[in-house]
């Protein structure tokens, strides 16, 4: 029978399923992680801290959104992968997990680390994270190129499609019934372009900072798909946060051509042998498919089910809308020129 974690109950389940020790003293402390699950830090006076996350079938929305619990269990998979894909340390380590209650427990992060997010939001840029984030999206990317068992593992896209496809680009359709085709198709092509890991949820909440570097979190969207949905994704993130900033907003700019300078430049590279269709890689092409994401993910985060909390003003989502819009009806005919297109409107 499930059973629902709390940082009220945490400890009591935790002693009680000999994960700790009856006698040690504990405390639980609940994270503000996301809307689709719960998670608390187990802080410890003895041994190290450590994170359970727990799965939630009803997302924490306005609008009612439902996910399967088992999605936790991709998630769990796909961080244990991880950890050969890119440096020790990048991905907290799985210590164990509790199948009947749809949970895990993993690494703490150091406790000082700083949300990404909030970082931004503050004002405090540094190019080497945008970067270093560069890197790491183009490691997984290159190293999970055409792989088989990472495509019989994790190609099913139901959780993929109730978190993301559904509550962003379909959603959007009743607010902009004008581009349902341009939708119906941009989901086809996602769909024809199955070829690597998609983390789907690469944004500035899942990076913690911390003195030891830089750490990624949150993966239960991960997919066997397209690349072009990480990278639209990650890209509105940062370009929603110069509209926040407007003619203060180049920054955010600067970040966004930093990280897509970065991981064009490691595209080339491919570690799988033998003679391998790249082309669906090519910087050229994987850019035109990443502004349609990019377009369609920036209308999501201010028409969709999961709106970010920080453009409350009615003027910057229209400039968010009016910006994604024009990426649709006229796409630029490169990554560059999108970015630029922004800095121009904001400057204006």
């Known amino acids: ?10 400890v009591e389940y935790l002693k009680a399923n000999r994960f700790l020790d009856s006698e040690e003293a504990a405390t639980a402390e609940a994270l503000a992680w996301g809307v689709s699950n719960i998670v608390i830090r187990i802080h410890r006076s003895a041994g190290n801290d450590f994170v359970i ?38 991905v ?24 990404w997010k ?21 490691a997984i990317h290159r190293q999970s190129f055409l792989n088989e068992q990472y495509q019989t ?10 978190l993301r496809i559904d509550p962003f ?55 066997y798909g397209d690349p072009a949905f990480d990278l639209g994704f990650f890209l509105s993130h940062l370009l929603l946060k110069a509209v926040y900033f407007q003619k203060q907003g180049d920054e955010c700019i600067q970040l966004a051509e930093c990280f897509w300078d970065q991981y064009v430049k490691h595209g080339a590279a491919f570690p799988t042998e033998g ?35 920080y453009l409350t003003d009615p003027l910057m989502q229209d400039q968010v809308r009016s910006f994604a819009l024009s990426l649709i009806l006229d796409p630029p005919s490169s990554m560059q020129k999108a970015i630029s297109r922004l800095a121009e ?3 204006s």
Not at 118 to 138: F, M, Q, T
């Open 53 to 90: 996350k727990q799965s939630r079938e009803q997302l924490r929305t306005q609008a009612q959104w439902f996910s399967h619990l088992d999605r936790i269990w991709r998630e769990l998979e796909v961080m244990q992968e991880l950890e050969n894909l890119l440096p020790e340390g990048v």
């Open 92 to 115: 907290p380590r799985v210590l164990f997990e509790e199948r009947e209650n749809y949970l895990f427990a993993m690494d703490a992060i150091d406790e000082g680390h700083q949300v």
């Open 275 to 309: 003679n391998l269709d790249t082309s669906k890689m090519d910087a050229q092409e994987l850019g035109r498919r990443t502004i349609r994401h990019l377009a369609a993910c920036l209308l999501a985060r201010v028409d969709g089910k999961s709106t970010v909390d």
């Open 169 to 223: 680009y379909r959603f959007i359709v009743k607010a902009h019934p004008e581009i349902k085709a341009w939708i119906d198709d941009l989901i086809e092509e996602m769909s024809a372009h199955r070829i690597c890991l998609v983390l789907a949820d690469f944004s500035p909440k899942n990076i913690l900072i911390t003195d030891q570097g830089i750490h990624l979190v949150d993966f239960e969207t991960a997919h």
């Open 1 to 10: 029978m499930f059973h629902e974690i709390t940082a009220e109950n945490a």
């Open 118 to 138: 909030g970082v931004l939001l503050d004002g405090k840029y540094d190019l080497n994270v945008a970067r270093e984030l560069g890197n790491y999206l183009s």
């Open 345 to 347: 409107m904001l400057n």
């Open 153 to 162: 593992q994790w190609g099913d896209w139901k959780i993929f499609d109730q």
